[in-house]
């Protein structure tokens, strides 16, 4: 199994460099090409008594253009990733930017996605992480605003015995087989269940050839504040993990990951519903 395909978004929100710099180095890893994304929803320009004039329509046909195009501009202007570069793809959408990311996710084996909150989020162009990594159904690769290791030599798996987090290893298995450790991990209030259920998967993965190690860790307090301090502690540059949430409310469960393990830990995760 590899990465044949990989399709990257681009924010207009921010700068995407950290997320160019991750997909270049996974395209030429996996000898993968390279399709570029980006969508943009008309900003709702406000008139006074309700006129919307021709005049407005077309300052509004500028702003989207001129989001798509400088996101264009940046993917073909990242030297590192035109090697591998099979298209780049564009439109305005009326619907959030994460049905559009996630409905062309059909060509392609693994998303890459940044990661923004707060002032750098710009609500045309974002792709919302939780709902495109429900809506997908492909691994999404979620990079952080900062510059990130793209190594991938020690890779943490945030297990929960459930279907997403089996889901996410088996698409993490291109990952799995190039890392130089793979440590189990799961937070679990009866860790002689726990230890059984991790023994199955390294078990498993060891018929793969992949070596993993183990780590089971008591249930007290804040889930993911145990699981960023283990990433931590061994140097993990890559968490996978399981997604799992509700679409009418957008919200992530640990399931193994959620929106503040991403939030406070400077490495990419991959992640799979």
Known sequence: MTYTTVLVHLDGGQTNEPVLAIAASLAARYSA???????C????????????????????????????????????ACAEIQPFVLEWRSCE??????????KE???????????????????LTHADTGDLVIRA???VLVVPAKPAQSSFE?????????????????DAMPILERAERVLIVEVAPELSEARSRTKDVVAWLSRHKITADQLLVPA??????SLALIASE????????????????????????????????????????
């Open 33 to 39: 090409r390279v399709i570029g994304i980006a969508a």
């Open 41 to 76: 929803q008309p900003m709702q320009i406000g008139v006074g008594g309700g006129d919307f004039t021709g005049g407005l329509a077309v300052l509004e046909r500028d702003i989207v253009d001129n989001e798509l195009k400088r996101a264009e501009v940046e993917f073909r």
């Open 93 to 102: 959408t009326l619907e959030p930017v994460s049905h559009i990311v996630a």
């Open 105 to 123: 996710a059909r060509c392609a084996d693994l998303i890459i996605t940044s990661l923004c909150s707060g002032a750098s989020r710009n609500a």
């Open 137 to 139: 159904g492909r691994p």
């Open 154 to 170: 020690t890779v943490v798996i945030a297990w929960a015995d459930t279907r997403e987090c089996r889901r996410a290893v088996v």
């Open 220 to 225: 007290k307090g804040n889930h993911v504040a």
């Open 234 to 273: 061994h140097g993990a540059d890559l968490i996978v993990a399981g997604a799992y949430g509700h679409n009418r409310l957008r919200e992530w469960a640990f399931g193994g990951v959620t929106r503040d393990i991403l939030l406070r830990l400077d490495i990419c995760a991959l992640l799979s519903h």
